[in-house]
Antibody, heavy 121, light 107 residues
């Protein structure tokens, strides 16, 4: 079964660092871009960026450039989303998603279950 | 960034109704328009890719059409499991952007 499994919920204080993960299985991990999408409570979806595991080519949304780091460890079939200094406004659900192939290569065809990040003092 | 505007923001419908949701892009995105369904507490699920491609496993009552700046998602006969929020997304150019969502509720 093709799936993306994300790390568990996190509760952090402002100023702390955090790295969440997304592990792919059931497919050739290096053949598909992995993206990250933010969803704040009760709100819509925001594309943060994506990474190509084969060569770590990364594209960021200007809204998130410099605020987060997307990385990958292809030996572990895992992508990461990292913050150096969290803010309360980073509180949200974060989804990883796989960019499809063939006809669906411009869409996210597989999604992780989401990681809830709560930042509160 | 390309702005995506969905209408309506919400709608009430009955089982068996034909439902249409529209999505407008702030500039031409050719056919690079996708539709997702999201149920409460769950991740989004791809329904339609590049305007009209039906994702594997998605019922044929879902269909998409359009080109350029104006797109439509149609549910031909609404089923109980279709009550959810629907998002359009353009993937013509980065940053990929989503519409604000359309919540389909039970009348």
């Amino acid at each position: 079964e093709v799936q993306l499994v994300q790390s568990g919920a996190e509760v952090k204080k402002p100023g702390e660092s955090l790295k969440i993960s997304c592990k792919g299985s059931g497919y050739t991990f290096t053949s598909h871009w992995i993206g990250w999408v933010r969803q704040m409570s009760g709100k819509g979806l925001e594309w943060m960026g994506f990474i190509y595991p084969t060569d770590s080519d990364t594209r960021y949304s200007p809204s998130f450039q410099g605020q987060v780091t997307i990385s990958v460890d292809k030996s572990f079939s895992t992508a990461y989303l990292q913050w150096g200094s969290l803010k309360a406004s980073d509180t949200a659900m974060y989804y990883c998603a796989r960019r499809g192939a063939g006809g669906s290569d411009h869409a996210f065809d597989i999604w992780g279950q989401g990681t809830m990040v709560t930042v509160s003092s | 960034d390309i702005q995506m505007t969905q209408s309506p923001s919400s709608l009430s419908a009955s089982v068996g109704d034909r439902v249409t949701i529209t999505c407008r892009a702030s500039q031409s995105i050719t056919s690079y328009l996708n539709w997702y369904q999201q149920k409460p507490g769950k991740a989004p699920n791809l329904l339609i890719y590049t305007t009209s491609g039906l994702q594997s496993g998605v019922p044929s009552r879902f269909s998409g059409s359009g080109s350029g700046t104006d797109f439509t998602l149609t549910i031909s006969s609404l089923q109980p499991e279709d009550f959810a929020t629907y998002f359009c997304q353009q993937s013509y150019i980065t940053p990929w952007t989503f519409g604000q969502g359309t919540k389909v509720e039970i009348k």
